[in-house]
């Protein structure tokens, strides 16, 4: 089992910055990739960010050059650092990491979701 925890989340102007922080905690040695997904109000989750054990990162398109996720495995943390932030990225923002168990059987762990709301 892995627990997930986030932070950090919160109100902002648009143009701001916020930094969020998942600590990760139970069978840690078995996460594989780490992200970040959010979910709006009415629209699915999607994918914001991932992070793999290399350190190879991935980005939707929409926050590309903007925000920037990054882990820190000694601290079993991964964060996203958020700046010129826009309304539309509001929304719940939830913590991801995903533990192989075999090449054909993965499994998803979550955070319990933060909230950062982006006024204009």
């Known amino acids: 089992q892995v627990q997930l925890v986030e932070s950090g989340g919160g109100l902002v102007q648009a143009g701001g910055s916020l930094r969020l922080s998942c600590a990760a905690s139970?069978?840690?040695?078995?996460?594989?990739?780490m992200g970040w997904y959010r979910q709006a109000p009415g629209k699915q989750r999607e994918l914001v960010a991932a992070?793999?054990?290399?350190?190879?990162?991935d980005y939707a398109s929409s926050v590309k050059g903007r925000f920037t996720i990054s882990r820190d495995n000694a601290k079993n943390t991964v964060y996203l650092q958020m700046n010129s932030l826009k309304p539309e990225d509001t929304a719940v923002y939830y913590c991801?990491?995903?533990?192989?168990?075999?090449?054909?059987?993965?499994?998803?762990?979550w955070g319990q979701g933060t909230q950062v709301t982006v006024s204009s």
């Open positions: 991801n990491a995903r533990v192989t168990i075999v090449a054909t059987l993965k499994l998803d762990y």
């Open positions: 139970g069978r840690t040695s078995s996460i594989n990739d």
């Open positions: 992070i793999s054990s290399g350190g190879t990162t």
